[in-house]
């Protein structure tokens, strides 16, 4: 069973780069479950309900968050009772929405979807290694394939999670920084990693946004507000992982880049 995961899609491009793509990508590859990050979906910061829908009816079958994922309001309507979408798991106390969800793909394969957050160079949540670690006895029960998305800065935060749970957790794929790392493996264990799966929005950007707005914000170190850039060519970056529903294991992962 083949398996997409899409990279943090950003702003109206990021959207309409999975109209345009990923009908082809899902054809082409024979994809039978689809997962996207969708933490910047709404005008690069958050998620609306009408956001929502849209990416989903474009073919996704489930929404992973980040950091960002509070930063529309309009989510508090939501979040409770839409079990295709996922938040960081590690958010204290009382919070709304789920971390994680167990979902069935194809064959009947059970497959559970995990979201966490980093640390280091980011809010200070709780603990993401014993986060996932709690819930991971109860998930193994109920899932034959377990995917985490672990959003985070730090590339040293991710290869330890990775290797933490190498074995354990059957993918681990990180999401948050916006550039699509070139280390795609299967980790010693057999876990399928990738440090980050880049972005899904436009190409000539910084990160999605408008190149001369982040320009002057480095420059000038003043506070200044981003915009998403809407112009120009738009790419859909990821991961596409060959599972095998019989050996219980990701044979293989590979990174996909299209532009349109």
């Not at 959207?15 to 345009?20: D, N, P, Y």
């Not at 916006?178 to 990738?194: C, F, M, N, R, S």
Request: with cysteine; glycine share 8%.
């Amino acid at each position: 069973m083949n398996i997409l995961f899409i990279g943090d899609i950003v702003g109206k491009p990021g959207r309409l780069a999975i109209k345009e793509l990923l009908n082809k990508i899902q054809k082409e590859y024979n994809i039978m479950f689809t997962i996207a990050n969708a933490e910047n979906a709404a005008g690069g910061r958050g998620l609306t309900k009408d956001v929502m829908h849209e990416i989903l009816g474009a073919g996704i079958d489930v929404l992973t968050m980040g950091n960002h994922v509070w930063d529309n309001k309009d989510i508090y309507n939501f979040i409770d009772d839409e079990h295709r979408l996922i938040r960081p798991i590690n958010y204290p106390g009382d919070c709304p929405g789920q971390g994680y969800h167990t979902y069935i793909g194809g064959f009947n394969t059970r497959i559970a979807i995990i979201n966490a957050s980093g640390r280091v160079f980011m809010n200070d949540l709780d603990c993401p290694f014993k986060a996932v670690e709690e819930i991971l006895e109860d998930i193994e029960k109920k899932a034959d394939l377990i995917i985490l998305d672990f959003h985070a800065e730090a590339t040293s935060e991710k290869l330890a999670i990775a290797h933490y749970f190498d074995g354990k957790i059957n993918a681990i794929l990180g999401t948050h920084t916006h550039i699509q790392t070139a280390d795609e493996t299967i980790l010693p264990k057999g876990t399928a990693y990738i440090t980050d799966l880049g972005m899904t929005g436009a190409v000539d950007s910084i990160l999605g946004m408008k190149k001369d707005i982040i320009i002057q914000k480095f420059v000038t170190q003043r506070p200044i507000r981003f915009e998403v850039e809407t112009k120009g060519k738009v790419q859909l970056q990821g991961v596409i992982m060959d599972y095998d529903e019989n050996l219980n294991k990701i044979k293989t992962i590979e990174r996909i880049s299209l532009i349109n």
